[in-house]
């Protein structure tokens, strides 16, 4: 039988409402399921689902513990040629030294030279060689970037803490008249045994060594979370003298050629100036009393030492003194540390 055109028309405009009806019902029934979530890409430098297993297996062959006769201390192997970096205060006193490795394995080892202005050193294993360790270069750095502590505090070989970089720019004091210039914060606890060992990146290049952990005088201790390490670019300057000369001949530090003393009630006071040096030419003079440096109150040595690591050579600042005749203000144009004064 043969349809009429009009009951044709009629059967088309009822298809078409059938397969209107039917894409709106699809549309209803996705909208009742709404999509899972997009997964963000994990951030730059963040850990695989493996954790920081990857990282340590690439950075602890290159860490070792070295012991003195007044101490145990870390270090981080430089070169091929078995020469180790550490700390200057972990082999203080001391020339001979056994470094144990990775693997258990121990061998002996015997200062090469140290640099306890920069509180770096550098040590040569006898026979061993284990796996020089790679370096970051520490100026990319970024605040925020995972940081792994690598090293063998109280004696415990190998041990592993997790942190972040809080700071790259940090001038601290060490004792002594020591200040280290553009450390690298970190809250990876660093504790006593952890210096000369390897702070590393999410990659396992080492960006810094540590040093030391702030203390807070009302606690009586050390400052939780608050650690400092040697930027790497440093490290690899200062280490590279060290190993090739025994001695550091560019240290990249600025000098003022003083020798002071604090004396309880008297303030920061001047014991005498390296002759032609940066404070004789400025006119500073024995029994003066230094109370300000580039515009930072003095009430210590340590004080003078931080003010003036923050410096670069060939820079002029100003000095303030108080002698005799009263109050004055010097302008001292600062050398580069020599390495008679190291």
Not at 279 to 286: C, S, T, V
Request: proline share 7%.
């Amino acid at each position: 039988m043969t349809c009429r055109p009009s009951t044709r028309r009629s059967a088309l405009v009822a298809l078409a409402v059938l397969l209107v009806a039917g894409a709106l019902l699809t549309i209803l029934l996705h909208d009742s399921h709404p999509a899972a979530p997009a997964i963000a890409a994990p951030p730059p430098g963040a850990p695989a689902r493996a954790g920081f297993a990857p990282v340590v297996a690439r950075a602890l062959p290159s860490v070792v513990q070295i012991r003195s006769p007044r101490g145990l201390g870390s270090g981080v192997v430089l070169d091929a040629a078995g020469h180790v970096v550490t700390n200057a205060h972990v082999v203080a006193g001391a020339r001979s030294f056994r470094v144990t490795l990775a693997d258990g394995s121990q061998d002996s080892a015997t200062l090469r030279g140290a640099f306890a202005q920069g509180d770096l050193a550098v040590v040569q294993l006898q026979s061993a060689r284990p796996r020089p360790a790679v370096f970051a270069d520490s100026s990319r750095v970024r605040v925020g970037d995972y940081a792994l502590a690598i090293g063998n505090p109280l004696g415990l070989r190998s041990s592993v803490t997790q942190g972040v970089v809080s700071s790259t720019s940090r001038t601290v004091p060490e004792s002594g008249g020591v200040a280290l210039r553009a450390v690298i914060q970190t809250s990876a606890p660093i504790n006593p045994g952890n210096s000369g060992g390897a702070l590393v990146d999410s990659q396992g290049a080492v960006i810094g060594i540590p040093t030391l952990a702030a203390t807070d005088a009302q606690l009586g201790g050390a400052a939780d979370g608050i650690g400092f390490a040697i930027a790497s670019n440093t490290v690899r300057s200062i280490a590279a003298q060290l190993a090739g000369q025994g001695r550091v001949v560019h240290s990249g530090r600025a000098w003022l050629g003083v020798e002071l003393r604090t004396l309880p009630g008297a303030g920061v006071v001047v014991a005498g100036t390296t002759a032609d040096g940066p404070a004789a030419r400025a006119g500073l003079r024995p029994g003066d009393i230094v109370v300000r440096v580039a515009e930072r109150p003095i009430t210590s040595v340590d004080d003078v030492a931080a003010a003036i690591a923050a410096q670069r050579p060939r820079r002029v600042i100003t000095i303030g003194v108080r002698g005799p005749s009263g109050t004055r203000s010097l302008t001292v144009r600062l050398g580069e540390l020599p390495a008679s004064a190291r």
